[in-house]
């Protein structure tokens, strides 16, 4: 921990560049440790004293101020964020990489104080518990998802039966709220999942019953080219469905029916100018709606 | 340079024959990545409009819309009562490691559900850092109530004996148990083997610590090896910085290989993808280790402005000691650009800084440096008392003599006025990587 010198400390920056005053944190903590049932207490002098750096803090109270200070700000503040403590002896090179390569510290969590306040979990401070509740995911998650994943499972597997289908869809559900992952996007989670239930539903009934004809063009999911041909085409196919009436007909009769933008003018009574107007149009839309889709919520 | 818009390229590949820039446009692109991606972009989703899954997919889509089945929402229900349940039970417990033992969960039949399973891994996972021991009595209680409920079919998904077993092998990894790890990662491996419901995203997180247990214990081929495929699956299971935190240890291993180039290339993609997301530990690390190597391909220009935004984010983020490292580097990227004095002037910064903050062997080897430059400078009055003062320490005893020995053959050379730079050097590097080789004896400077 720091031991004096002219700069803030971690805890001091934190406290300032959230207007939190001390006394106020002192106070909450008196409080925090009334309800954890913990016998360490932190007076005005004493939070002082570590807030500048002057005197070092025990585990107990670091765990203290960590709890007040996401109790009061809703923040998965950690002890890291707040205090210096003391990482094991290296040389530059190796503590550069060794400290940086495990996968433990490099989720958002560490960087929390300066991301947006999430949901504080209500069974202790230093447990985080941030899950939305399990029904509450299912509805969302189901409304979002259920459909391309039936889609998936008709279009890329070659399963027909549509009970068959709702089985496997609820597998993959019971298997995600069970696990509660966390992923940044759930879709491809879903349909990861959605594929290997798929897998699995082949491999039995080809040990049960002879494959029908299209079960035995499965596309070869393992290779890269096939995930991200596949991964575009569901894409696509949850962008169309989002579009208009309008521009649907119009991209589908130029794209896949290969007609001529005269003859679609002709069929829809309108003149060739405004199709060229509205396939600029759509094809934008289209492209908007796919990103929305594919890119990463900030 | 312009560059054209989404709106002009978009014309462009609507039929690029008659574009009336056309010529303008294939010249431009010719010479620009970025518009030939956004283009790349606009032909692949046009490309896939003449396909016909897509539009199948679609019409899927569009017509069903039933709701979750009953048996979905009993078991949501189940999950959340059981939940509760366990947060009930637990709250008062987790916050103090006597009290969690004394209530011995193991034995308490109130605890025997698959949902106090699940927050006592979770509670283990959030332990792991701050209580690494805390958080092995907690998780070895996941993994003793998952066993007893699996036995009597009473577990509802073996995912969660998996998983209990893999938190586990994750908390021994941070504890430095590496050879337990292992074990319990071997169990939770298998059991993903078994269960139908286990995915590629439950083996990669094995994957994942298993690779880190390698690359720490020197294992680096194998580790790469793994990190490698831990990242693919996250890559597929959309899980970003699962992956992301995958293609670091990659990069990590890479530079521990030498192949510092394919390292820097792998930080280099870390960076563009870890930047939208605002992830600034992420990127701060990878901008970190992507100038490393830079650093050591003497691509200085290339390294510079990585170390200079990997300072300012540590300084966002309040990282002193990260900062002081990242100052470090820019010391030596100094010395080795010839521009000794603002190299000088960090090295003077960095050993104070270090010193401050107790953290005295990197101090010790930020002095040496300094020792080391002022002499190649031609300042050499100063240096005798720096290196003096020069103080390391090691828990290891053969270590610290070892040390000792380096040290004082460095005393010697200042008494006898012989100090120069390679000398100061070869101390220094003996220092620097005796943690790495323990048993390495100091031999003089030939």
Redesign the interface.
């Given at each position: 921990m720091r031991r004096g010198g002219g700069r803030d400390t971690p805890l001091e920056l934190f406290l300032k560049k959230l207007g939190l005053p001390p006394m106020q944190v002192v106070a909450e903590a008196q409080r925090v440790a009334r309800q954890l049932g913990l016998r360490v207490a932190i007076s005005r002098q004493h939070f002082g004293r570590i807030r500048l750096g002057k005197q070092r803090a025990t585990e107990e109270k670091i765990l203290l101020i960590v709890a007040t200070l996401r109790s009061m700000t809703g923040l998965a503040v950690r002890a890291t964020d707040l205090f210096l403590l003391e990482p094991a002896l290296g040389g530059i090179s190796m503590s550069a990489l060794m400290g940086r390569a495990e996968p433990f510290r490099g989720g958002t969590r560490r960087v929390s104080i300066f991301s947006l306040p999430r949901r504080f979990g209500s069974w202790g401070q230093f447990v985080d518990d941030e899950r939305p509740s399990a029904s509450e995911t299912l509805e969302a998650l189901y409304r979002e998802h259920a459909a391309i994943l039936r889609a998936n499972a008709r279009r890329r597997f070659n399963i027909i039966e549509p009970d068959d289908i709702e089985g496997l869809l609820n597998d993959v559900f019971m298997s995600y709220l069970e696990r509660q992952p966390q992923a940044e996007d759930v879709r491809a989670f879903l349909l990861g999942a959605m594929n290997n239930a798929c897998k699995h539903y082949l491999r039995k009934r080809k040990n049960e019953a002879p494959l029908l004809p299209e079960h035995e063009h499965t596309p070869d999911s393992s290779t890269e080219e096939e995930i991200e041909r596949w991964t575009l085409f569901l894409s696509l196919g949850a962008t169309l469905a989002r579009l208009g009436t309008k521009c649907r007909e119009t991209l589908r009769r130029y794209y896949l029916h290969d007609e001529n933008p005269d003859s679609i003018a002709t069929k829809l009574d309108t003149t060739i100018g405004y199709i060229f107007q509205l396939l600029s149009t759509c094809r934008r839309r289209a492209r908007e709606i796919y990103r929305d889709l594919t890119e990463p919520r900030r | 340079m312009r560059h054209y818009s989404?709106?002009e390229l978009?014309?462009y590949a609507?039929d690029p024959r008659r574009h009336a820039e056309k010529g303008d446009i294939e010249s431009h692109l010719a010479g620009c990545p970025e518009c030939r991606d956004r283009l790349a972009?606009?032909e692949?989703?046009?490309g896939?409009?003449?396909?016909?899954?897509?539009?199948?997919?679609?019409d899927?889509?569009?017509s069903?819309?039933?709701?979750?089945?009953e048996?979905?929402?009993n078991?949501?229900?189940i999950?959340?009562d059981e939940?509760a349940g366990a947060?009930?039970l637990?709250?008062?417990l987790?916050?103090?490691a006597l009290?969690f033992r004394n209530a011995r969960v193991e034995e308490d039949a109130r605890f025997h559900t698959?949902g106090a399973v699940?927050?006592l891994y979770?509670?283990a996972h959030?332990?792991?850092?701050?209580q690494p021991q805390f958080a092995l009595v907690v998780v070895n209680a996941a993994v003793s109530i998952a066993t007893k409920l699996a036995a009597s079919k009473s577990l509802?998904?073996n995912?969660?004996l998996g998983?209990a077993y893999l938190e586990r092998g994750?908390t021994l990894?941070?504890i430095g148990r590496y050879k337990d790890a292992e074990q319990s990662l071997d169990r939770a491996e298998s059991i993903y083997d078994q269960e139908?419901?286990a995915?590629?995203?439950?083996v990669a997180w094995v994957w994942?610590?298993r690779a880190?247990i390698c690359?720490?214990s020197e294992r680096v081929v194998q580790g790469r090896v793994l990190a490698m495929a831990a990242a693919r699956q996250f890559r597929?299971?959309?899980?970003?910085?699962?992956y992301?935190?995958?293609r670091?240890?990659l990069a990590?291993?890479l530079?521990?290989e030498g192949d510092y180039r394919a390292s820097a290339e792998a930080a280099e993609e870390i960076i563009r993808l870890a930047r939208?997301?605002?992830?600034?530990?992420?990127l701060g690390?990878a901008l970190?280790?992507c100038a490393?190597a830079y650093l050591l391909t003497r691509a200085f220009d290339k390294a510079l402005p990585l170390y200079l935004e990997a300072y300012a984010i540590w300084d966002?983020?309040?990282?002193?000691?990260e900062r002081i490292?990242t100052n470090?580097?820019l010391a030596?990227l100094d010395v080795e650009t010839g521009k000794l004095h603002d190299g000088i002037k960090r090295l003077d910064e960095t050993y104070r800084a270090l010193e401050?903050?107790?953290?005295?062997?990197?101090a010790a080897?930020a002095r040496m440096q300094l020792g080391e430059t002022l002499l190649r400078a031609g300042q050499p009055e100063t240096v005798p008392d720096l290196l003096r003062n020069v103080v390391v320490?090691?828990v290891s005893e053969g270590m610290m003599r070892n040390a000792r020995i380096a040290l004082a053959y460095l005393h010697e050379a200042i008494n006898q006025n012989r100090l120069s730079a390679d000398l100061v050097r070869h101390v220094r590097t003996y220092?620097?990587?005796l943690?790495?080789q323990p048993a390495s004896t100091f031999l003089p400077l030939q």
């Open positions: - | 989404e709106e978009a014309d609507f972009f606009i692949r989703i046009d896939a409009l003449r396909e016909p899954v897509p539009w199948e997919i679609s899927d889509i569009r069903e819309t039933p709701p979750p089945s048996v979905l929402r078991r949501a229900r999950i959340d939940a947060r009930a637990l709250s008062p987790i916050g103090s009290r698959t699940a927050a979770r509670a959030e332990l792991t850092e701050r509802r998904s995912l969660h998983r994750r990894f941070h139908p419901e995915t590629g995203w439950d994942l610590i880190n690359v720490e597929i299971f959309g899980d970003v910085v699962r992301l935190n995958a670091l240890l990590s291993a530079f521990m939208p997301r605002r992830n600034l530990l992420l690390r970190q280790n490393e966002e983020l309040g990282l002193d000691l490292r470090w580097s030596t401050a903050l107790g953290i005295t062997n990197d080897l320490s090691f220092i620097e990587q943690p790495f």
